[in-house]
T-cell receptor, first 109, second 116 residues
């Protein structure tokens, strides 16, 4: 079967760094996505990785290791507005997105 | 770029009525559009995938006669919830794929449906 695993909830402090991990087992792989979803709102696109390595975009970075079926989203200089759910999704062999359940990130002052 | 709009943002209707939700890609041509629903504090649930000009592909357990999807053009898809019941109350979100980054799904802002 297809499976995406990510922690249910994480807590971090304003100004700190947090790493949200995602492991996956899918039939085929055509890229991994990270989305941010604030409560009551639709997801917004953060990053897309299809090759191994680190992609940096401002305070957010995303890493992929295809051989390990592993990705992480790194958030630096955390701000209160970063409190949200972070969704990991993998595009499978049919280009369908397989979604993780999301990681709720709580930022404390 | 890659903006997706959704209308209405919020709708309240009586049980038994039908509700139509529109999803538009504003600055790109969406070859594929997706419809999701999400219950409070739950994961996104894919309902159906639609390609322009062809019938939608529904996920297991989703009634195609209840959730009518039309993808008439490369910029517009509609979801009609027919004979809505209170259990259909949910957050419905569309996404569109296409344009320069053809792998990425861009989401509309969602429609909150409340059936009384």
């Amino acid at each position: 079967g297809q499976n995406i695993d990510q922690p249910t909830e994480m807590t971090a402090t304003e100004g700190a760094i947090v790493q949200i991990n995602c492991t996956y087992q899918t039939s085929g792989f055509n890229g991994l996505f990270w989305y941010q979803q604030h409560a009551g709102e639709a997801p917004t696109f953060l990053s897309y990785n299809v090759l191994d390595g680190l992609e940096e975009k401002g305070r957010f970075s995303s890493f992929l290791s295809r051989s390990k079926g592993y990705s992480y989203l790194l958030l630096k200089e955390l701000q209160m507005k970063d409190s949200a759910s972070y969704l990991c999704a993998v595009s499978d062999s049919n280009y369908q997105l397989i979604w993780g359940a999301g990681t709720k990130l709580i930022i404390k002052p | 770029g890659a903006v997706v709009s959704q209308h209405p943002s919020r709708v309240i209707c009586k049980s038994g009525t039908s509700v139509k939700i529109e999803c538009r890609s504003l600055d790109f041509q969406a070859t594929t559009m997706f419809w999701y629903r999400q219950f409070p504090k739950k994961s996104l649930m894919l309902m159906a995938t639609s390609n322009e000009g062809s019938k939608a592909t529904y996920e297991q357990g989703v009634e195609k006669d209840k959730f009518l999807i039309n993808h008439a053009s490369l910029t517009l898809s509609t979801l009609t919830v027919t004979s809505a019941h209170p259990e259909d109350s949910s957050f419905y979100i569309c996404s569109a794929r296409g344009g320069a980054s053809s792998e990425t799904q861009y989401f509309g802002p969602g429609t909150r449906l409340l059936v009384l």
